[in-house]
């Protein structure tokens, strides 16, 4: 009741602010030892001998593990389930070591601090092999990059070729053509927790492990496939999570401290210091885009022809699937008539790519909106009248998967937010010439709820009255952090008449969870959403039977509301019912449903980057900030706020900091560290200003959709337009640096 | 015996005993750098932490000069009215001298010693003609602050700034990654008078070009003696390029420094001479 759409406090915010809940790092055991990694200092290496006498001989060390004495069982770490299929490159410890990072050797020891130190004593002798350390060099040189382990380690790792309508006639027909080039950088993740698991024996013979992840599912299909350990003997429970971005969706550490758990009989904990978070986790693929759009004079885009490659590292991890996804945001932005995209991923020498907000649709969109601003500059057209003339309407059919973007609000988000920031003003705003200049920029964007059609989109919840009157509601539900249990409690306690807080949400756990996908592809809120109203209609409606016969009523006539039951002839607290029924006893009331998605209805976003660039310095100042989020219905403003100012913070550092900065002739990673690698920091941030359109999506839950990915994908193509407008420059590569800017000058 | 002892000395005179003992002494205030995870450490003499030697801080006026304490904090810097009176310069560095948990740690003897390229507090304290208060097991003298070179044992007691009266202006920027909470890529410092309106007496030394601060001669005679005018300001610019390309002619980040420096250049008199960095007069290009 008064649950949806208020602004909720998260349900252990208290906790966290209050520095009570327990991360994984915090976490001990009775007995429990410590594992550090001994990382590849060489991009790509045959691992010839390892000594590791000094190492065994520091007091307090357990036991080293490397290629020779663990299982040589290839997995991929990106599978949600058991029996996915996928291209199975990677291994706990292989003889080849194919990233600077990669994993060759882990000891264990009774403390952390000594096998830190022990891993430093061990000696690696290692045979370099040829390195490929860029994208173009591999897409130059197709075929094996392994030795003879194809279908892995074979480029390109996936070629998407898509052509809606008639390209070239359009193109032979445009008043324009104009084409550009626009590279992206690798990017890293940056949260606050580090990656870390702890794993342990647990009765039975059965083997638990304690990971702060996105899915304990995936966590438990990637184990199995990494060490030979029969998923029903794998009890995967959720820890509280310091950040994630998807950068944690991906199991790294999992399947070694289950193999060393199960080998050693004892709680084994590995926590990654942020070098190596850096350098042996998981970054954002670089992209290396051109596109070429065909205009009509009036501002319509006739063609676009798109040619994407992406790196995706090491492994390929689920990085086979970007360019298709990239290719599915694409499509659902503008009505474009004739389409071709040719999208290639491709293997480096590099640390894997994986999921990192927005999968793929950063670079895409980066692509083609720096791409569309350059195009309305030659047309003499005002950024936003450009995209006003080409955004999908709602209902609209994209090509590709033929699906409906349902109610989609792209031209509300750009017209209203337009509006709101004074964009006609500003843009007729004299151009500065000084040393500082002013520019404002625009970007549109799309993104998806959820994985329909791909892999089966569904999601189980149970949910029980409990004595007391509070409801537990279980799924394998994982809050990274940006508030999805608060938002799930919302929907539950609208539908019941209780408040948030009165939801018990169980933490995610194998052994009690019914599946889910786990928390990605933005879809939280729309499908687990749904699944968690559909499942609190039904519990709600087994407890108006039995609050009818407690209160002598005709069930239709129970209302639930404010934490009762109610009639016209009386009322009681769910607490109680509960009460009432167990002296009865009966079983309390219990509801469980599985909810399967039929659609994938796009959001939408509009926004609008002021910028001031120092033209002496290439400093570039984002001074003002307008997000305009299509959302359907926001369930909790603040924290659909919170979600955009978050994206936002990462877009800048897209726009204007953050790359890990691979050297192209080592393979080395230069910016493996926060002194080096730079995020926008509070001072950076811009006044921010958030708009929110709120017409509805009729399959959401109350309307809701959507908001969590999208909420960085427009910010480095508004950011980079706005640059560009200020300087008169085509600047396409991110990030940009002062060095880059005075470049263009 | 072969190992590293701890000593927590508590005035001047105990230091010196130390000194005396033949072991070596490795100093340490603040502890930003050293006690850094993963940075080397020393294995055997003794580690003196010099947080309770009360001597060592604050900011006092000493008849014709400034004495500050070598383990007065960054932050105690920036704060010092006396100092952003008399030497604003230092008061800036100090201001914006990396984030706020090292500047309450951090000491400005500490800034010295560990002489990074990029140390914020280098220029302003070049600027300055500043000396050295330095102790080892000889006893205790003073150097001029381009003229001091780190070495084991010995230790740097007090800066001392001269303080003429009426004060120079002076003034300090700098250039990272971001405002805030970065390394410099390139800062600079500048002290100067006028007299009449010309600039007079001008010293200016810049940081990360150099392993150590560059006095910049050039830049210092294209502008010294002359009025504030475009022209004066567009020699100015071309002398801080040039002054760049001889300090790193084959740098990568030459061709950014030598137009970025022009920036702060301007930022830097802009901010003496009372001006905004956007009044017309900076508006000319390098």
Partial sequence: MGQV???????????????????????????????????????????VSLNAAAALALPGVIGVWWHETVPQLRYNSSIWYVGQVALNDEAMFAPVVRHVGDRVAVVVARTAAIACAAARAITVEYADLPAILTADAAAANPGSVGEGEAPAFCNPIDHVKFVHGNPDAAFAAADLVVETLVSTPRSHHCAVEPHACLAYPEKGGRIAIVSPCQSVFAVQAVVAQATGIAEADLHVMKSPIGGSFGGKAEPVLDPICAFLAATLGLPVRIVLSRRETFVATR????????????????????????????????????????????????????????????????????????????????????????????????????????????????????????????????????????????????????????????????????????????EEEATSVRMRLLPGGMVELVSALHDLGCGSDTTLAQIAAEVLGLKAHQ?????????????????????????????????????????????????????????????????????????????????????????SETYRASGNPSSFAAHFAEVEVDTFTGRVAVTDYLAAHDVGLAINPMLVEGQIHGGIQIGIGYALYEDVAIDPETGQMRADSFARYTLANALEMPPLKVLLVEEGEPSGPFGAKAVGEIATVPVAPAIVNAVNHALNTRLSDLPLLPERILAAL | MNMLTVARPRSLDAISALMSDGRPLHFIAGGTDMLIAGRLRPKDGILVDLGQVAELSGISVVGQHIRIGAATTVARLAEDPVLAARLPALSQAAAECGAVQI????????????????????????????????????????????????????????????????????????????????????????????????????????????????????????????????????????????????????????????????????????????????HPLFAGAA
């Fill in chain 1, 283 to 454: 970054t954002r693929s670089a992209m290396q885009g051109r596109m070429r759009i065909a205009m009509s004079r009036s501002g319509r885009i006739m063609a676009r022809d798109t040619v994407a490659l992406v790196d995706v590292g090491a492994y390929s991890t689920g990085g086979n699937y970007l360019p298709g996804s990239m290719l599915q945001r694409l499509v659902r932005l503008y009505d474009v008539p004739a389409e071709r995209y040719d999208g290639r991923a491709v293997y480096t020498n590099t640390v894997p790519s994986g999921a990192f907000r927005g999968y793929g649709s950063p670079q895409i969109h980066a692509l083609a909106e720096i791409s569309l601003d350059l195009a309305a500059r030659e047309l003499g057209i005002d950024p936003v009248t450009i995209r006003a003339r080409n955004l999908v309407a709602p209902d609209a059919i994209e090509p590709w998967q033929g699906l409906s973007i349902g109610n989609g609000r792209g031209l509300d988000c750009l017209s209203r937010g337009a509006a709101m920031f004074d964009w006609q003003a500003r843009w007729a705003r004299r151009r500065d010439t000084g040393r500082f200049r002013r520019g404002i920029g625009v970007a549109a964007a799309t993104h998806i709820n959820g994985c329909y059609p791909g």
């Fill in chain 1, 5 to 47: 759409h208020q602004r909720v406090p998260l349900i252990d915010g208290a906790e966290k602010v209050g520095g009570k809940l327990q991360y994984l790092a915090d976490m001990t055991m009775p007995g429990m030892v410590h594992g550090a990694l001994v990382l590849s200092p060489r991009p790509h290496a045959r691992v």
């Fill in chain 1, 503 to 591: 939801i018990g949400i169980t933490p995610a756990d194998s052994d009690l969870c019914p599946y889910d996908l786990g928390t990605r592809a933005s879809r939280m809120t729309y499908i687990v959403g749904e699944a968690v109203r559909r499942t609190a209609l039904a519990l709600a409606g087994e407890i108006r039977v039995r609050a009818a016969l407690a209160l002598n009523e005709d069930p239709g006539r129970v209302r639930l509301e404010h934490g009762l039951a109610r009639s016209e002839e009386g009322e009681m607290s769910l607490a109680a019912l509960a009460d009432w029924m167990i002296g009865r006893g009966q079983t309390l009331p219990a509801a």
């Fill in chain 2, 103 to 278: 500047r309450n740690r951090a000491t400005i003897g500490g800034n010295i010693a560990e002489a990074a390229p990029a140390a914020d507090l280098l220029p302003p304290l070049w600027v300055a003609d500043a000396r050295l208060e330095i102790r080892d097991h000889d006893g205790s003298r003073l150097v001029a602050i381009a003229d001091y070179i780190a070495s084991p044992g010995r230790l740097i007691t007090a800066i001392l700034l001269p303080d003429p009266d009426p004060a120079p202006k002076s003034g300090f920027a700098k250039l990272g990654s971001r405002r805030e909470l970065t390394i410099s890529k390139l800062n600079l410092a500048m002290l100067m008078r006028q007299e009449g309106g010309r600039i007079v007496d001008l010293r200016i030394v810049a940081g990360a070009i150099g392993p150590r601060p560059q006095r910049l001669k050039l830049a210092e005679a294209a502008l010294g003696g002359r009025f504030l005018s475009p022209k004066a300001l567009q020699l100015f610019a071309k002398a801080l390029s040039d002054e760049v390309d001889t300090a790193i002619p084959t740098r990568s980040s030459r061709v950014w420094k030598r137009r970025a420096i022009v920036g702060l250049g301007y930022d830097v008199i802009a901010a003496m001479t009372g001006h905004s960095p956007r």
